[in-house]
């Protein structure tokens, strides 16, 4: 008797397993899921002189989000060290909406040059 429902339990967590969303926590957003008024709001009042340009900054925001912590790092640097804040703070911004889970990455790196690492 308890083998039969162990075995329905162990079946049961295959079903849940392979019918389980195809996007993880960690997935990219696309483009219809992220949230573009919000994004676009929030852009404007930290750069009102600045231009939201959706396409261009889901792009950039997808390319940071693939980058490994080591990549991440060594362009927060670059930026840092070009006096490039902005850019950094606009790319977390975008990370935030595209790919939330991954914002560590940048955050972590931020850390770590702001501590002379």
């Not at 079903?15 to 404007?44: I, Y």
């Not at 991440?72 to 840092?80: F, G």
């Not at 060290?81 to 790919?99: E, H, L």
Request: proline fraction near 3%; aromatic fraction near 8%; glycine fraction near 6%.
């Amino acid at each position: 008797m308890f083998t039969k429902i162990a075995l329905a339990a162990v079946a049961a967590g295959c079903v849940m397993a392979c019918s389980a969303p195809a996007s993880a926590p960690d997935a990219l957003k696309t483009k219809s899921e992220v949230n573009q008024q919000a994004w676009g709001t929030e852009f404007r009042r930290a750069y009102p002189n600045g231009n939201f340009r959706f396409d261009a900054l889901y792009d950039q925001a997808v390319e940071h989000c693939n980058y490994s912590a080591e990549e991440m790092a060594k362009w927060v640097a670059l930026n840092h060290d070009k006096g490039s804040n902005g850019v950094i703070d606009a790319t977390r911004m975008g990370m935030s909406y595209v790919c939330p889970a991954r914002v560590s990455h940048i955050d972590q790196a931020i850390t770590k040059v702001d501590d002379g690492n």
